[in-house]
């Protein structure tokens, strides 16, 4: 069985049931969603190479940021993205992603400090958007445990 919506259709009507995939489409087909890709890649498209996901690229450059909010944003996102691809038992990648993740997060409070947390949350779920790839960021987070990592010194905005 899969979740799903109740939508009133009026007086005397019954109402419709809608799945939630269906909803999504819907969302995503107005608009009021960004489409993401579902594929059963973890890493997902990433045409132009630049280790940010084709869909959420195509989000970013669809906010009203500018130039360095931009460029901040999809630092996060390729941060992010990272924690899909990085090799789980090499200490060294998993500290170099560590870093990575805490130099976008930087540069995101200081390019949009008002939404900075906001926009890393959602790009937080916007990668994690399917089950294999939520795993594999839990799977991250795991083997990330009990390291730490600092607030970066100076400019950490990439350009």
Excluded at 22 to 50: Q, V
């Amino acid at each position: 069985v899969s979740p799903a919506t109740v939508l009133a259709t009026g007086a005397g009507t019954p109402p419709v049931v809608v799945s939630l995939k269906a909803e999504i489409e819907y969302l995503e087909k107005r608009g009021l969603l960004p489409k993401l890709d579902r594929s059963a890649s973890i890493a997902g498209p990433d045409a132009n190479g630049n280790g940010v996901r084709d869909d959420i690229e195509a989000y970013i450059l669809t906010l009203p940021l500018t130039p360095a909010q931009q460029r901040a944003a999809l630092q996060k996102a390729k941060a992010l993205q990272m924690t899909l691809t990085v090799e789980l038992t090499d200490k060294v990648a998993l500290q170099k992603v560590g870093d990575a993740l805490m130099a976008s997060t930087k540069c995101a409070a200081e390019s949009y400090p008002d939404s900075a947390s906001y926009f890393s949350g959602k790009f937080e779920s916007m990668t994690a958007n399917t089950r294999a790839r939520a795993r594999r960021y839990a799977e991250y987070n795991a083997a990330r445990g009990g390291s730490s990592t600092s607030w970066p010194d100076g400019d950490t905005c990439e350009k």
